[in-house]
């Protein structure tokens, strides 16, 4: 009898085995699983895949894995989206899960400490980071503002339009003296204050390379981050190197911040600048720096860089510049150009668009981080993943544009594609949540820098090198430059 009580108990388990074994197979089989990628090594991962030019590898792997893909890099996975489809996930169907912050060690507002003080870093889009978007949209980035700072903008582009004069016929860094420009103009709608001299950034850079030299050790592949085991031990010195960059950087604006305070306390100062806003909202000496920082280092080098590559763009393609020169001659005329002609100059807006297709100033959108699991394309997205979109790799997608490689700005003559992130095909500022804040900064001083330079300007070469033979190739850091300074020649137009 007990035999046969164990066998009625035995028989159905056995009978269920099956069963269960289907329903687990079919269970794990239907899960989804990560993108598909190249093999990581042990230990390592895919970081030696990545090289020099991350931005060209990510592209030529999303040739052959597709537009969605993983990496391992130590003990973080990297999640890439190489497509307008992705980026759409990515930006906008997933972005309040997917716009968080994976901080690097590297950054001073990594510690929970500071990271309130960020606006481009901080871990997720809380309350302080929307105060933080609602202060500087305000009195930076609102249409109100913007138009206040028109003359300021046009004031320094005179500026540098009489430093060029005085340099005709000689060689000029040009990327260094629109650094200067750009950094004034910046500068001065936060403090009213120029903070560099275009003769001492023509000769020296001192200024550009500062926060080239910053971005530089940001973008330096950094241990601490992909073994996070290693993050108090700075084993290659990159967490001293960013504090005392900082600290150097700081010390420009300390004094004029100490200055105001004072003034603010003796209740002679009205409102000004971004500064006096700040300090009416009582923020902290800390804040200011780090905010500061942030914004003249994101918007000055990204400036630089996209008016420096459309300066070697329309050299090395003359009809382009004849084109830009005939709208300028018929808009303009003899007059200065303002940013009240902008709107007339629908031409050299295409130039700045091409541009931003072939050479973003954000080749890989600054990283975002999974706040939970999710799925993107059918694909799982681990909790804290990092997530980057190609920007670089979709601007020259050859089943999204014809001749990719090609500078043609006469294709966005005919589109309706923008880059206020509302188009996939084109997200050099990013979309959604996380997208530039100074998108309409930018927009207004970088065509106004560009149509100056032509307006005022013919530009030639030195050493006798013909635009065909002048080399583009790239570099990466945090922003896309150029691996050799655009050297020219300016010579006055009557």
Not at 420 to 442: N, T
Request: hydrophobic content about 45%; proline content about 7%.
């Amino acid at each position: 009898m007990e035999v046969m009580a164990e066998t009625y108990v035995i028989l159905p388990i056995l009978l269920l085995l099956p069963l269960l074994l289907l329903f687990l197979l079919k269970y794990f089989n239907s899960a989804p699983l990560l993108p598909p990628g190249p093999n990581p090594w042990p230990i390592l991962g895919n970081l030696l895949h990545m090289g020099k030019k991350p931005h060209i590898t990510l592209s030529n792997f999303a040739q052959s894995y597709g537009p969605l893909i993983s990496l391992k890099l130590g003990t973080q996975v990297l999640i890439v989206g190489s497509s307008p489809a992705v980026a759409m996930e990515i930006l906008k169907t997933h972005d309040r899960i997917l716009s968080a912050r994976l901080v690097p060690h590297v950054s001073p507002v990594k510690s929970p400490e500071l990271n309130h003080l960020s606006l481009g870093w901080a871990v997720e889009c809380n309350d302080n980071w929307k105060f933080l978007r609602t202060i500087c949209r305000t009195e930076l980035f609102s249409g109100k503002a913007i138009e206040s700072q028109a003359c300021l903008r046009e004031r320094k582009v005179m500026e540098m339009i009489e430093f060029l004069s005085r340099m005709e016929g000689k060689v000029v860094k040009i990327g260094d003296v629109v650094f200067a420009t750009v950094f004034n103009m910046l500068s001065n709608v936060l403090m009213s204050r120029d903070f560099t001299r275009l003769e001492e950034e023509s000769e020296e850079g001192k200024m550009k390379g500062l926060l080239r030299t910053i971005f530089e050790v940001v973008s330096t592949p950094n241990l601490a981050d992909f073994y996070p085991i290693f993050g108090a031990l700075d084993l290659q010195g990159l967490n001293k190197k960013s504090k005392e960059l900082f600290m150097r950087i700081c010390a420009l604006w300390e004094p004029i911040i100490e200055e105001r305070r004072e003034r603010k306390t003796s209740k002679i100062s009205r409102q000004e600048d971004f500064l006096d806003a700040l300090l009416d909202n009582a923020f902290t000496n800390d804040q200011i720096n780090h905010l500061t920082t942030e914004l003249i280092s994101a918007g000055t080098d990204t400036s630089t860089s996209t008016i420096e590559w459309a300066m070697a763009e329309l050299i090395k393609n003359p009809e382009s510049m004849n084109k830009v020169r005939e709208e300028l001659a018929r808009e303009i005329n003899h007059d200065f150009a303002k940013e009240s002609h902008l709107p007339q100059l629908p031409y050299l807006q295409a130039c700045v668009k091409e541009t931003l297709r072939l050479h973003p100033p954000a080749p890989i959108l600054i990283p975002h981080r999974a706040l939970e699991s999710c799925t993107v394309m059918n694909y799982a997205i681990p909790k804290n993943a990092q997530l980057v979109v190609n920007v670089w790799a979709i601007g020259r997608d050859p089943t999204i544009w014809v001749e990719p490689l090609k500078f043609n700005p006469g294709r966005f003559l005919t589109s309706a594609l923008d880059f206020k992130g509302g188009d996939y095909e084109f997200v050099p500022f990013g979309a959604g949540r996380r997208i530039c804040p100074g998108l309409s900064m930018a927009a207004k001083q970088v065509p106004l820098v560009l149509a100056s330079l032509i307006h005022f300007f013919d530009w030639s070469l030195p050493l006798g090198i013909s635009p065909n033979e002048l080399d583009m190739t790239e570099k990466f850091a945090l922003t896309l430059q150029r691996e050799q300074p655009l050297l020219v020649i300016p010579k006055v137009r009557k």
